[in-house]
């Protein structure tokens, strides 16, 4: 796949083609481009399982309340 000048395969354009300084920026400007897409994915990713570990916690304590009401449910049977 990875065949022409950019690290993706193809030429990657005509400026980057000519090399020199005009080349080099355009380089730059496109891997922080990239970056910066990066970071913002890894951020809502940190955000999605953020989320979710929230909700487990929640559903967690709505399970030990559940165990609790049951665990007193069978001592009040115990006791008749």
């Known amino acids: 796949w990875a065949g022409g000048s950019g690290k993706g395969g193809g030429s990657g354009g005509?400026?980057?083609?000519?090399?020199g300084t005009f080349g080099k920026m355009e380089a730059a400007r496109e891997e922080e481009y990239f970056r910066k897409l990066q970071a913002?994915?890894?951020?809502?990713?940190?955000?999605h399982l953020e989320e979710e570990?929230?909700?487990?916690?929640k559903l967690i304590r709505?399970?030990?309340?559940?165990?609790?009401?049951h665990k007193k449910k069978?001592?009040?049977?115990?006791e008749h």
Do not use: C, V, Y
Not at 40 to 47: A, G, I, R, Y
């Open 14 to 19: 005509s400026i980057r083609d000519a090399g």
């Open 40 to 47: 913002e994915q890894f951020s809502k990713l940190k955000d």
């Open 53 to 57: 570990i929230s909700q487990h916690e």
């Open 62 to 69: 709505q399970h030990q309340e559940e165990i609790e009401r």
């Open 74 to 78: 069978i001592r009040d049977l115990k």
